[in-house]
């Protein structure tokens, strides 16, 4: 182990050259895809369409096609949603918060996990249009002005999701494509095919890296990550709330912000790690995307996998703690009830299998991360599928307990969102630059002066 | 090159950041102010060496904030405690801990999308494809990997020969002379942008004329406005009769309803009697609504001269000998009965109010015929003299 | 490895440091005694308040220098020394925290066992609320804290001479192990000595919340004394505006957890109004105790936020330190709003008592004779460690 702590990783590997960054992440954009191209897209579509046939289905002959039932009147719609919401996150990290703790490593990355947001939070955001059965009828839940001076609740948690929800997409697609247009100023001054010279000119807005646009650039770089951190945890804390402020046992109680936000960025970068994974070796990107990036985040993983695990030990705690014998049997009934087969799988995925990350070799071992990541993605769509659903089947009364089972559209609308983000990070591959080329640029070797005296204050 | 193509600048490239940092210090230096550097990405250290100043767009972003943060609170507190407050899990109108993260949510939201749309626009003048700039070789290599400098036309020390031997001192890969694109545009009035505004404009009109008119009547949408439930004044196949409107149910009574046991006898008195005192307080109960429902016919002092003197039949005088021996229970009768041709009040006037004008109908029956005591009892009173 | 000599030299921390210190200490010491002889019970609950904040600088401080070696942060090395020293009052803990075992019976209604056999819930908190279960875990988690303490600052002190990396890499280790410890011992120390004085109550977020002031009050003790010492020159040349910066940023991200932790607490217990939490929040209501939680808004959230707001203020050591005082006084007014409620006479308003002020001026008199005397034991920078060369060079 001959690590060198006085000397600091190089955030891009292998000493490349500007010229070589631009080269290998634009290739994608200028050559045609392949056949595995399409062979991943052929299938990624197909889940896309299963899930929009049930999900015509559904629209069509109601949600008496799902497995709600009374008293679970939210199972999968919900689940999915916070699922979802949850996986965006991480792009959000790693741009705003990794940038404001000035890590750098977070460059190879930051465009393509942000990408991930975008997609994510669309993939969430079907869940509640849909839910009600009638999504066409949507526009009338919006503040709009009428003559019965009809108002939406404020007050109630699920009108937070919505500005929450539509708040953090409209800002983590500002975000991103704010980071994009220098990349689409560099394709733009690369590329020979017309029509895409008008596109890229377009997008990028005629964009002249010009360093008296740079100064306020990057200030507005800081301020939206500055502004998009507390919103990152803000949106899950809302995402929370639709839980924690009902007086249900098992869902009432005030560690759900904190602990939705840490499962947030557990199965975010979980999802980041997974897709990384994929694209670094597809693209050739291995000196952009490192061993060290993966490492980074394995850790990452371990750590918030750890901050749920602390979650789930205080909620079992304090629920003895507290006396309250209703807030006692959810805990005994996850374990031992009807759904124990759920909770055990949770537990494993989200506590046990992440600790193998103590050890550096399987934090550096592709093919041993690939299965804890995906255990860790399973294992938080089971917490979400275990809060929701065992707190509400057996609740206070037991005359109104029943056993929750989900149907085929379920399934195939949650294998739908899957099909919709993987068709949309796949398209996204071959259309823009995966890596946010000016940022990796900037923090290649030999890519800042030398001689820089003094405080700069950007 | 065309030489009468005008000049827009001269910019000169560089291989490595240090080498740009130096070139803009001494262009700094030397007194240009019209210049500018081009790199591919933020080189540290740029900005003190062209002298910028910190960047303001930090005032956009608190200014937007902190309005994001007044609109969404105002606008809480409008709908939720003014114009349609309803009691919401037992709180406050203005819940102000429910109303934190919408607020915080429309801050953010505020803040970030006009910061970056004032940068845009007004920082950067953006969007602009037609910047002299655009297709040069200079952009090309400054937008991969090289590093450059552009000293503009417009500055005051600007001359060719001079700024050009200036710029080859510092070494630089390659200087390339920027020229000013051929047409001449003005960017406002170019035919393209019209079009656009045009575009836009019959997009979002007809596009708002369809919707609210159009759309919003046609299946599913109309589901709101048609519904199937029964609305006042239209017909229902429900009833054999058609009428969706129907009236109540035999033996109904309206809420509130007391049944008045005697109505049409003529003569109850026996059993009713005043429960209310001719107190201050309900002899001006009465007066007030002996004015507002009696005087009319009666007049204000029961003389039964009012307006209505001359109809036929002629309102009567409350005074007559008959009149004042009525008992207090058959005047309230006939109030709340009708007699002849007064109709029944009780519709209009409560029992309390009724037995209230009855105490005040005694009182002008009694100044209409005051006895010596009355009088003599008044004039000590009032320290007046008048006798009978 | 090649490692570049910094020209370190030794000076010791000015005079008056340890004069002040004993100044306070004893001053402190004696109003408490006399404050214990007056009103028992409410110099009792003052001392834990104090006690409390010298467990959160200690605690805190021990948790940054852990996070530095996870992060691999290379800012913070250059002042990694000022966290260390003010983690020396962690094994003192040992001493001062027997008053509190000793006078157990002023603080907690579970002690009294009479309270207990009447009471349906202390009976079935009892396996954990018990005097012997209580004093056992106080005693563990101060050793366990202790011995990370001991054996983390050891490798570092040693490095010192040895400029060995190995030390560096144990530590990490020690740092990683130290977190998931540190996490629950805090939380139950924060359950024990402050959510158990009203033990009808629960919170699951109760740890998270005191972690939170925690970070911000130990954030804010290294802060002050950094900004003193280096306007004093002591840190002359390895540090520079951008090492405020980030201690800055960190106070400011700190400051925006605790809210957002109190304000998580308190819209649940708020929103689903059940009587069982919501006494908590009730008594707090009460009286003169009305200003307080306004005033714990406004004092450790409001002010921070906006004096900390802008990129030059992080940096300005006037700014700073004012701060980093204000900040200090927030974390102990956030401890004593969670505890004196808490006690019976003061649970329908507060009531003010000259007792109330003189416990912290014990406290900071020990706080500052301990790290003075570890200041004397150490270098003040740690020469010997490899990531020192990049903290000094550090920019934004």
């Known amino acids: 182990m001959s690590i060198d702590y006085s000397q600091e990783a190089p955030t891009v590997a292998g000493r490349l050259t500007l010229a070589q960054i631009e080269e290998l992440v634009a290739r994608p954009m200028d050559t045609k895809p392949n056949k595995k191209y399409f062979i991943a897209l052929s299938i990624s579509v197909s889940l896309l369409l299963i899930g929009a046939t049930f999900l015509a289905f559904s629209l069509y002959y109601g949600t008496g096609l799902w497995g709600n039932n009374q008293p679970v009147g939210w199972a999968f719609p919900i689940v999915n949603f916070v699922f979802w919401v949850g996986i965006g996150h991480a792009g959000t990290l790693i741009s705003a918060i990794l940038f404001l703790l000035r890590q750098r490593w977070r460059t190879g990355i930051a465009r393509f996990a942000e990408a991930m947001t975008i997609f994510a939070v669309m993939c969430a955001g079907i869940f509640p249009i849909i839910h009600t059965g009638r999504p066409w009828l949507a526009g009338y839940l919006t503040p709009y002005p009428n003559q019965h001076a009809l108002w939406v609740n404020f007050t109630s948690p699920l009108v937070w999701d919505v500005f929450a929800v539509s708040t953090y997409f409209t800002v983590s697609f500002v975000f991103w494509y704010v980071g994009l247009i220098p990349d689409f100023a560099t394709m733009r001054d690369r590329t020979a095919s017309k029509l895409k010279k008008t596109i890229y000119s377009v997008f990028s807005l005629g964009w002249r890296h010009s360093n008296r646009h740079w100064t306020h650039y990057e200030k507005s770089y800081i301020l939206l990550a500055g502004f998009a951190t507390p919103l990152v945890l803000s949106v899950h804390t809302i995402v929370s709330f639709d839980f924690a402020v009902s007086i249900l046992p098992g869902w009432h109680t005030t560690i759900f912000p904190p602990y939705f936000v840490a499962g947030a960025i557990f199965s975010g970068f979980a999802m980041v790690v997974t897709v990384l994974v994929f694209v670094r070796k597809i693209f050739d990107l291995q000196h952009i995307i490192t061993l060290d990036h993966l490492e980074k985040m394995n850790k990452v993983i371990l750590l918030t996998g750890m901050l749920v695990g602390y979650a789930y030990a205080m909620e079992f705690f304090i629920a003895w703690y507290s006396g309250v014998q209703a807030e006692q049997f959810v805990f005994i009934n996850r374990a031992f009830g009807p759904y124990a087969w759920a909770y055990w799988i949770m537990v494993s995925c989200n506590v046990i299998f992440p600790q193998f990350f103590w050890f550096k070799k399987i934090r550096r071992s592709i093919p041993a991360m690939m299965v804890i990541v995906i255990l860790v993605n399973v294992g938080m769509w089971f917490e979400r599928f275990v809060i929701t659903v065992t707190s509400l089947s057996r609740d206070f009364l037991p005359s109104s307990w029943a056993y929750y089972k989900p149907t085929i559209v379920d399934f195939g609308i949650l294998l739908g969102s899957f099909g919709l983000f993987f068709t949309l990070v796949i398209l996204f591959t071959k259309s823009l630059p995966v890596v946010s080329i000016s940022e990796v640029k900037a923090v290649a070797d030999g890519a800042q002066p030398t001689h820089h005296g003094g405080a700069d204050h950007e | ?388 | 490895m090649s490692q570049t000599d910094f020209h370190y030299q030794k000076k010791d921390l000015p005079a008056g440091l340890s004069k002040i210190g004993l100044i306070l200490f004893v001053v402190g010491t004696v109003l408490s005694l006399l404050a214990f002889f007056v009103d028992q019970e409410r110099a009792v609950f003052n001392y834990l308040v104090t006690y409390m904040m010298i467990v959160s600088i200690g605690l805190g401080s021990l948790f940054l220098i852990a996070l530095e070696y996870i992060a691999g942060a290379d800012w913070s090395t250059p002042i990694r020394r000022i966290p260390e020293f003010f983690a020396g009052v962690l094994p003192v803990l040992l001493i001062l925290v027997i008053p509190l075992l000793v006078f157990n019976h002023d603080l907690f209604h579970w002690a009294h066992e009479e309270a207990v056999v009447e009471d349906k819930i202390l009976k079935g908190k009892a396996p954990y609320l018990n005097v012997t279960f209580f004093v056992i875990r106080t005693f563990v988690f101060i050793a366990l804290w202790s011995l990370f303490y001991f054996v983390m600052t050891r490798n570092s002190r040693k490095q010192d001479q040895s400029k060995d990396q190995m030390l560096t890499k144990k530590n990490i280790r020690l740092a990683a192990v130290f977190i998931p410890v540190f996490a629950l011992s805090l939380t139950f120390t924060a359950i024990d000595f402050m959510m158990s004085l009203e033990p009808h109550w629960f919170s699951t977020i109760f740890g998270v919340y005191f972690f939170g002031g925690t970070v911000v009050a130990a954030l804010a003790a290294i802060t002050l004394v950094v900004v003193k010492l280096k306007e004093k020159g002591y840190f002359n040349p390895w540090m520079n505006d951008d090492h405020l910066f980030s201690l800055g940023a960190l106070l400011f991200a700190f400051i925006n957890f605790w809210a957002y932790i109190a304000f998580s607490q308190f819209i649940l217990i708020w929103y689903a109004d059940l009587p069982e939490e919501t006494f908590w929040f009730l008594t707090r209501w009460n009286g003169g105790w009305v200003y307080f939680s306004l005033g714990l808004i406004f004092i450790h959230f409001l002010v921070p936020y906006f004096a900390l707001l802008t990129q030059p203020s992080k940096m300005n050591p006037k700014r700073l330190k004012f701060i980093a005082v204000w900040l200090l006084f927030a974390h102990l007014f956030d401890l004593f709003w969670l505890i004196m409620p808490n006690m019976g006479s003061m649970k329908s308003g507060y009531v003010f008592s000259w007792i109330d002020l003189v416990f912290p001026i014990a406290g900071i008199g020990i706080v500052i004779l301990i790290f003075n005397y570890r200041a004397k034991k150490d270098n003040l920078i740690p020469i010997g460690d490899p990531k020192l060369k990049r903290g000094i060079d550090f920019h934004l």
């Open chain 2, 1 to 388: 090159m065309n030489s009468n193509k005008k000049i827009f600048g001269i910019a000169a490239t560089f291989k490595t950041p240090d080498e740009i940092i130096n070139a803009a210090k001494k262009v700094t230096n030397s007194g240009y102010v019209e210049f500018d550097v081009n790199t591919p990405y933020p080189v540290h250290g740029m900005d003190s060496a062209m002298k910028i100043k910190p960047s303001k767009l930090g005032f956009v972003t608190l200014v937007t904030g902190l309005s994001g943060a007044a609109i969404a609170l105002l606008f809480m507190y409008w709908t939720m405690s003014v114009d349609y407050p309803l009691v919401i899990g037992g709180k406050p109108f203005f819940a102000l801990p429910a109303f934190i993260p919408v607020t915080f949510e429309l801050t953010v939201l505020l803040a970030t999308v006009s910061t970056v749309i004032a940068m845009i626009a007004l920082f950067f003048r953006l969007p602009d494809n037609k910047h002299p700039l655009h297709d040069t070789e200079y952009m090309k290599s400054v937008s991969a990997d090289k590093y450059g400098i552009v000293i503009e036309s417009t500055d005051a020390k600007f001359d060719e020969a001079a700024i050009t031997d200036f710029l080859k001192k510092l070494n630089p890969l390659k200087i390339e002379i920027i020229y000013y694109p051929e047409e001449e545009a003005y960017p406002i009035f170019q035919p393209k942008f019209i079009m656009l505004l045009v575009v836009i404009t019959l997009v979002v009109s007809g596009g708002t004329y369809l919707m609210l008119n159009k759309l919003l009547y046609i299946t599913p949408f109309n589901w709101m406005m048609e519904q199937d439930k029964l609305n006042p004044q239209h017909s229902s196949e429900l009833f054999s009769d058609g009428y969706g409107m129907r009236t109540p149910v035999e033996g109904t009574v309206a809420k509130g309803f007391i049944p008045y046991p005697y109505m049409g006898q003529t003569n109850p008195t026996d059993v009713l009697s005043n429960p209310f005192l001719p107190t201050k307080g309900n002899i001006e109960l009465g007066k007030g609504k002996y004015f507002t429902y009696c005087s009319t016919c009666h007049g204000y002092f029961a003389d039964g001269d009012s307006r209505l003197r001359g109809q036929f039949p002629n309102p009567p005088t409350l005074h007559s000998k008959r009149a004042r021996e009525f008992s207090d229970g058959m005047i309230y009768h006939i109030i709340t009965n009708g007699q002849n041709v007064m109709p029944s009040y009780a519709s209009q006037i409560t029992r309390e109010e009724r037995w209230a004008i009855v105490n005040y109908v005694r009182v002008l029956q009694r100044a209409k015929n005051a006895s010596e005591s009355d009088l003599i009892e008044m004039n000590k009173e009032t320290g007046s003299n008048v006798t009978n």
